[in-house]
């Protein structure tokens, strides 16, 4: 049985009706339901559908129940998503011309003035997330394992690096001050990363 997009859509709502709301996750289990749904022959597809559901009972359980522990498997990939992203060097490098461009007199008013900014930037991305963990059905796994990541990364920083700043001659000051302005930076553009991701590899299903 070959599977229409329409046919495909149908399954993917069913599964999110299910509660797969995280899209990247949801992606796997469709491919596999699919799969089962084009083996069964002489049958509807809205019969062999009921069916394989019907079968997969106890799988789909368990794969629903592994959603929230993707996030936390991602973590330590999500470093490379991070510091080895092109789009952090931009980051950086625009952060440091900011600071470096900033009608401050002085140095030390501009560190002790802006030095809370890597840990203030992402405070509207954790109220955009709060709305989009309830609101959303495609949630992404990756973009809670960029909030978690990034901000282990930034209590780093408020804890030790705000102390090293203020220490620092002014081009190492301005480098770290504007590196870890990047990885906060990186949360917003890693939201639309994976959203990007994901949506291709859904669309990759529909054309199979």
């Known amino acids: 049985m070959k599977l229409t997009k329409e046919q495909i859509q149908q399954v993917d709502q069913k599964l999110t009706d299910f509660g ?41 359980k368990t794969q629903k129940l592994t959603q929230w522990t993707n996030v936390i498997s991602q973590r ?15 980051l950086w490098i625009l952060s ?16 002790e003035d802006l030095d809370v900014i890597p840990m203030a930037i992402p ?7 709060g709305l989009y963990t309830f609101v959303s059905k495609n949630k992404v796994a990756g973009t809670y394992g960029a909030l978690f990541t990034i901000s282990f990364i930034l209590m780093f920083y408020l804890y ?7 220490k620092m001659e002014q081009f190492p000051s301005l480098l770290l001050l504007s590196g870890f302005t990047a990885v906060s930076l990186m949360l917003y553009y890693l939201i ?14 529909l054309n199979k």
């Open 192 to 205: 639309v990363y994976y959203k990007i991701k994901n949506d291709r590899k859904f669309k990759m299903l």
């Open 20 to 60: 797969f709301t995280f899209i990247d996750h949801r992606i796997e289990v469709l491919d596999h339901i699919l799969c089962l749904i084009e083996e069964k022959e002489n049958v509807s597809f809205l019969q062999a559908a009921d069916l394989v559901f019907e079968e997969q009972k106890d799988y789909l």
């Open 123 to 129: 405070i509207l991305s954790f109220v955009f997330l």
């Open 160 to 166: 030790f690096g705000i102390h090293w700043v203020r």
């Open 76 to 90: 330590v990939s999500l470093l490379k998503d991070i510091f080895l992203n092109p789009v952090f060097i931009f």
């Open 96 to 111: 440091y011309f900011i600071y470096d461009n900033l009608p401050y007199s002085n140095h030390n008013l501009l560190l």
